[in-house]
């Protein structure tokens, strides 16, 4: 089995989709998975699948769902690959099972996280960002592409959808906006300004609190020749953090705006990380 959660749920089993059907047993399903092989108290799962008063019969809900999970874990094991993945059932050899165990205060989803998305998206990140810091921005480049591709919209977006709440959804949506940061700064890195600039200003324009992805910006819009541009969006920045929070941008980001106002040749070419210093956190 295989499970998705970057975008709307979905359980493949033998190469087909075998998504339970009902609301409370997906948002049951994609709590655990959110958390795999760590228990989940039955409150949590109560607050998230029910934000404001949950019914008198919840945890009844909850029970009934983790059975039909249960039932669906058998059936799609048998589909998959021959063998049951419930409690305590052998697996293929050397292939670890799914079981969905009760452990108090609640319930635990064990198996392998590389059956689901959101732990291969993880592990690609971490590759691509040990390849940037190693000075290796093409090979980051194909790593946190491939990364970024797993995602099919907001996380858990149907369950979201349906009144699902918890913490957790906005850690794992944040992840993908900082591994989006990761990429453009590999795409910076590679001299690759223009063609990252669509998207780069699309993701900034939505982010606008965001000063990493406000350096990137006007970076890729000076080196495209667009001076007056990239200063716009320091002012745009600047006064969006000064409306919001009462803040002034980073020392880093002021760094930036005079550089740029400077004509700095440091922000030309993009030969050597530590040439951007400018931004703390280089922005190439």
């Known amino acids: 089995m295989h499970f998705r959660i970057l975008g709307p749920l979905e359980v493949i089993a033998g190469g087909r989709p075998v998504t339970p059907g009902g609301i409370r047993q997906r948002s049951v399903l994609g709590l655990l998975l959110l958390q795999p092989n760590r228990v989940m108290p039955t409150s949590r799962l109560v607050s998230a699948m029910w934000p404001d008063v949950p019914p008198p019969s ?21 589909l998959s690959d021959g063998c049951q993945a419930a409690e305590g059932s052998p ?3 050397g292939e670890p099972r799914v079981r969905l165990l009760t452990k108090p205060p609640g319930y635990m989803l064990c198996l392998d996280t590389d ?4 732990h291969r998206f993880q592990r690609l990140v971490e590759q691509g960002r040990t390849a940037l810091s190693g000075g290796d921005p093409e090979q980051a480049t194909r790593l946190l ?6 995602w099919q919209g907001p996380v858990l977006a149907d369950l979201v959808e349906s009144g ?9 949506q944040n992840c993908e906006l900082a591994a989006l940061e990761d990429y453009f700064e ?4 590679c001299g690759r300004h223009l063609a990252v600039l669509g998207e780069l200003e699309t993701t900034a324009g939505s982010h606008i609190h965001r000063e990493r992805l406000c350096g990137q910006l006007m970076l890729a819009l000076y080196r495209c020749g667009r001076q007056a541009d990239a200063l716009a969006v320091y002012r ?5 953090l000064r409306d919001r929070y009462g803040l002034e941008p980073g020392h880093e980001l002021r760094r930036l705006e005079m550089a740029i106002l400077n004509q700095d040749p440091v922000l030309s070419l993009p030969s050597t990380r530590t040439e951007f210093a400018l931004l703390g956190r280089s922005v190439a």
Not at 59 to 76: D, F, T
Not at 186 to 189: C, E, S, T, V
Not at 236 to 240: G, I, L, N, S
């Open 115 to 118: 059956r689901v998305d959101m």
């Open 164 to 172: 699902l709440d918890t913490a957790e959804l906005t850690a794992v």
């Open 91 to 93: 697996g293929r050899p």
């Open 145 to 150: 592409r491939t990364a970024l591709d797993l």
């Open 236 to 240: 745009r920045t600047r006064t969006a």
């Open 186 to 189: 590999a795409q910076l890195a």
């Open 58 to 78: 919840a945890r009844k809900v909850v029970q009934n769902s983790i059975w039909a999970l249960r039932r669906l874990i058998v059936e799609s094991g048998r």
